[in-house]
């Protein structure tokens, strides 16, 4: 490999050539090679675009820096929103807690690849300094947190809502085709009194309604940014406006609604807004886990479980039963809630590692609110189009299931009192019979009565349509 030399407040690093990092990028590479697949998401990298963008405007416009120096910069970041750069940022997680290293990464990227667009070489005096240019009225302390921002917050709208959304949506269509499809219920995994599968799916659409919303409501505190906070909130080094105008310049780059924090020392020392965000999407897990949960042992069989519902087969299951096929779009779906429920513990011990002015587990906040934030859009959009859409009432075994039920002799507590009903249910139970038979031998009522009163579709409460 071919190197050249760079140089930082430390001394000379050798970097690869053809890479426009510089020597912090690259001592950072060497210091941290700690879980190389954790690379920082490119989306904090792309929230640092908009921000360094954002900031070369503002400065230009309170007067602290060129018009040629703002254009340079705000080229490159264009340029690394597109996906032109993607490999000029090589550094882990597992790097500082401030994620200073990822922005001076950024900056030097931009330094560099400024120099080259001016016809410059590495060894002319830098056109656009990574310090003194790139990270004019900067700090890692408020970048960091303001990339992890915006990432999270397009995650989120972009991805995850929508994801949720469509399986909502699906769940709705589900609920409504099923709405008078009577089943046995089940409480404690044990047999209950009826309901329809419109009213079971309901459920689920009114638990994923929730979620959205408890999404939504942390969107405010998310869309607050950091930045002019600096080192550590007071805003020093900064020229007068900045804050304000720097977030308006992010929400008009971005096409998002973000302002400036309202209190900044709260936006550097403590990430209360990643803690709650997340709070959400771990809320959101809960009800898919017992959706994804619910769905796969209504399919469980097909001769030997409950198999009320039949769901898409779209992969052979099994590499040595033959036939078999399994509820993998649930199993998968679940594993997500896992992996989304342990990020939430790594984000509250995250959140609590505010020391005085700076929380200094920023990237291992923001990494895995982005890889939950990914996985549960990403998961429902698949468990819709390879499962939800496709699920049916398996009519004959929920009529069987119906028909041999012994708590439809609820319907008699009214008529005949609870423990003449528990009576026949406990006998029918004991003889292997049918509570019908049972209520009329033990002579509590004739047919004709078992059949005006004992009717599944009138069961289903006062909730038939929701
Ligand atoms: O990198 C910076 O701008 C500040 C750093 O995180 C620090 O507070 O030491």
């Not at 750069?85 to 030097?108: A, I, R």
């Not at 995850?160 to 709705?172: F, V």
């Not at 990643?274 to 796969?296: F, M, P, T, W, Y």
């Not at 528990?422 to 009329?440: D, F, P, S």
């Amino acid at each position: 490999m071919e190197y050249r030399i760079e140089k930082d407040t430390m001394g000379e690093v050798q970097v690869p050539a053809d890479k426009y990092w510089g020597a912090q990028t690259e001592r950072s590479r060497n210091n941290f090679k700690i879980g190389a697949e954790a690379s920082m998401p490119l989306e904090i990298v792309h929230g640092f675009a908009y921000l360094k963008k954002a900031a070369a405007h503002t400065n230009h416009e309170l007067g602290v820096l060129s018009q040629e120096k703002r254009d340079l910069i705000s080229k490159v970041c264009d340029e690394i929103l597109e996906n032109q750069h993607n490999d000029q940022f090589p550094l882990v997680v597992w790097q500082t807690g401030s994620g200073t290293q990822s922005n001076m990464n950024v900056n030097e990227v931009v330094s560099n690849r400024s120099q080259i667009l001016a016809g410059k070489t590495y060894d002319d005096e830098k056109v656009v300094h990574p310090n003194d240019d790139v990270n004019k009225s900067q700090s890692s302390n408020d970048t960091f947190p303001t990339g992890m921002h915006i990432a999270c917050y397009k995650m989120v709208v972009e991805n995850t809502i929508p994801g949720i959304e469509k399986l909502r949506d699906t769940l709705q269509e589900k609920s409504t085709a099923f709405e008078k499809v009577v089943k046995i219920g089940r409480t404690h995994l044990m047999d209950a009194t009826p309901l329809t599968i419109g009213q079971e799916f309901s459920g689920y659409v009114s638990q994923l309604n929730h979620g959205i919303k408890a999404l939504k409501n942390t969107l405010d505190h998310l869309s607050e940014i950091a930045l002019g906070g600096t080192a550590v909130g007071t805003g020093i080094n900064t020229p007068d406006g900045y804050a304000e105008l720097v977030a308006e310049k992010i929400a008009d780059f971005s096409g998002l609604p973000f302002r400036t924090a309202e209190n900044k020392f709260e936006a550097l020392a403590a990430h209360d807004a990643i803690v709650e965000s997340h709070g959400a999407l771990k809320q959101i897990a809960v009800s898919l886990n017992k959706i994804g949960n619910d769905i796969r042992l209504l399919a469980s069989g097909p001769r030997s479980g409950i198999g009320e519902i039949i769901i898409p087969a779209n992969e052979p299951g099994s590499s040595i039963m033959p036939g078999k096929v399994n509820p993998t779009q649930a199993e998968a779906l679940t594993m997500v809630c896992a992996q989304v429920m342990g990020n939430d513990v790594a984000i509250t011990v995250g959140g609590t590692q505010g020391h005085y002015e700076l929380n200094v587990f920023k990237p291992v906040m923001a990494a895995n609110f982005l890889q939950s934030a990914r996985l549960i859009g990403d998961a429902c959009v698949s468990f819709t189009d390879n499962c939800a859409v496709g699920i049916e009432p398996n009519y004959e075994r929920i009529k069987e299931h119906l028909d041999n039920s012994l708590m439809l002799v609820t319907a008699l507590n009214t008529k005949i009192g609870y423990e003449k009903a528990a009576k026949i249910a406990k006998t029918a139970h004991e003889n292997g019979t049918k509570l019908k038979e049972e209520a009329i031998n033990l002579g509590f009522m004739t047919a004709e009565e078992f059949d005006e009163w004992v009717k599944p579709e009138d069961m289903i409460g006062s909730m038939k349509k929701q």
